[in-house]
């Protein structure tokens, strides 16, 4: 778990993230689906980000309210939902699950500055009790890939921005040189008046001096 916190911590691309982390956890959970659902603030849903082991056919996107008393009050107390055996402890949970065969479920909030911005969520085809210890080293994992998808984020505003003023200086340079251009023609065009000018000056005062 510290290596995969190492290496999300090494990553700029918010899908590299999400991808690397949900592969990886799967792995080092034993964990049949492993999936990230990120907050939609407005809607007040979770939103399925990444995920492998779904059943195919599974939406893209796929949404959860977060209204349910067993989400409320994980995000109060930004604590994780060990539900060990669904069925017994909360059946209501099976309108939301796609899969049908989970029958333990765990999800660990990624928390930034106190402010929970989705869950890494892990199950087991058995019910199933994890050890304090392993709850606490998903909960450090889950903060920390909270922290290395905001970086991610913010990695890809600034190379957005610095995209951004490199095109608007290409386009400012490219406007000075038409200008340039512009102001040549105008010389030019000024230059030949004068001489034109002067030209017609010369023919006038030679009618001018003929007898």
Do not use: W
Not at 8 to 23: F, Q
Not at 82 to 103: F, K, S, Y
Not at 119 to 130: D, G, N, Q, V
């Amino acid at each position: 778990m510290l290596q995969l916190s190492i290496e999300l911590a090494s990553l700029h691309e918010e899908s590299i993230v999400l991808n690397t982390l949900v592969t990886r956890v799967a792995v080092l959970a034993e964990s049949p689906v492993c999936m990230v659902m990120l907050m939609d603030e407005e809607t007040d849903e979770a939103v399925l980000a990444v995920q492998v082991g779904l059943p195919e056919g599974t939406p893209p996107g796929l949404r959860v309210p977060l209204a349910s008393p067993i989400f409320r009050s994980s995000l109060e107390a930004g604590e994780p939902i060990i539900l060990l055996d669904i069925d017994r402890g909360a059946p209501e949970m099976r309108t939301i699950l796609v899969d049908e065969d989970i029958r333990a479920f765990f999800a660990y909030p990624m928390v930034r500055e106190e402010c929970p911005i989705g869950y890494i969520i892990l199950s087991s085809l058995t019910p199933r009790a994890p050890s304090t210890a392993e709850i606490t080293a998903y909960r450090l994992l889950a903060e920390r890939a909270a922290v290395a998808l905001e970086n991610a984020r913010l990695y890809t505003a600034l190379q957005e921005e610095l995209a951004e003023r490199e095109r608007a200086e290409q386009e400012l340079q490219e406007r000075m040189r038409e200008l340039e251009r512009f102001n040549r023609l105008a010389v030019g065009r000024e230059l030949k008046m004068i001489e034109l000018k002067e030209r017609i000056r010369e023919l006038e005062a030679g009618r001018e001096s003929r007898p």
